[in-house]
């Protein structure tokens, strides 16, 4: 009986290991929150630990996260072409590598994407941050 609980554990141990894989890496994540009028430091690291958690690119690693204000804003003015109020929504900008694997259906193996979009919005100033959209 002690011989098969070990077996299970060693089983189950192997398969959370590969399920790590299937998930993006943000280990080690260079994080630049910039400078801004419209967000504190804590709520842009917020939306930067909401990007990093809905990082779920398989056999991609986040190698750097960050805010500028400007691209922000530019970004968010054409998100909202017919208006709309930004004081709750951020856009944060990535770069991740993607291996060589293969473990990627979708994107080109063994490259690096640069500004990457992510669109987060909130109800409140009060509220967590969510991942709305992102890409390019």
Known sequence: MKKFI???CIILL???LMSCKENGTTD?????VGESTKFTKEEI?????CVKQNFEFPACTLTKIWYSEEKSNTFIEGYFVNGGSSE?????????DVDDSGDNPVLNPNSTYT?????L???SKTSDWE?????Y
């Open 6 to 8: 070990v077996s299970i």
């Open 14 to 16: 192997a398969f959370s």
């Open 28 to 32: 080690n994540v260079i994080v630049d």
């Open 45 to 49: 690291n917020k939306a930067v630990v």
């Open 88 to 96: 709750n929504i951020i856009v944060l900008l990535s770069n991740f």
């Open 115 to 119: 500004d990457y979009n992510w669109i």
């Open 121 to 123: 919005i909130r109800d």
């Open 131 to 135: 991942v709305t959209d992102f890409g």
